[in-house]
């Protein structure tokens, strides 16, 4: 069992950063891909980004990549996503999630756990 807390949403300009950390309870933290997603008002929930459980294998959607990346500190039992670049269309609830997968999904199917989500809007 895995419990996930994010944090560090907020709002931004277009063009500025944000960091969410998701931090993971349990001790079986490293054997676990994680991923982000997130939700836009009346818009299905969207794969943002993977790691594996080693953080040696990284997957980012299309419409971040460049400007978002995605690590974890297994030490400290988080995931972090850095956020750069932002765009109003990045503005959206985003969720950590955990998968006991062997292999690193990108489909919300694929996983566990799911934190509560944190709020990041993006102005314009």
């Known amino acids: 069992q895995v419990q996930l807390v994010e944090s560090g949403g907020g709002l931004v300009q277009a063009g500025g950063s944000l960091r969410l950390s998701c931090a993971a309870s349990g001790r079986t933290f490293s054997s676990y891909a994680m991923g982000w997603f997130r939700q836009a008002p009346g818009k299905e929930r969207e794969f943002v980004a993977a790691i594996s459980w080693s953080g040696g294998s990284t997957y980012y959607a299309d419409s971040v990549k460049g400007r978002f990346t995605i690590s974890r500190d297994n030490a400290k039992n988080t995931v972090y996503l850095q956020m750069n670049s932002l765009k109003p269309e990045d503005t959206a609830v985003y969720y950590c999630?955990?998968?006991?997968?062997?292999?690193?999904?990108?489909?919300?199917?694929?996983?566990?756990?799911w934190g509560q989500g944190t709020q990041v809007t993006v102005s314009s």
């Open positions: 999630a955990a998968s006991n997968l062997l292999r690193v999904g990108v489909l919300d199917y694929e996983y566990h756990y």
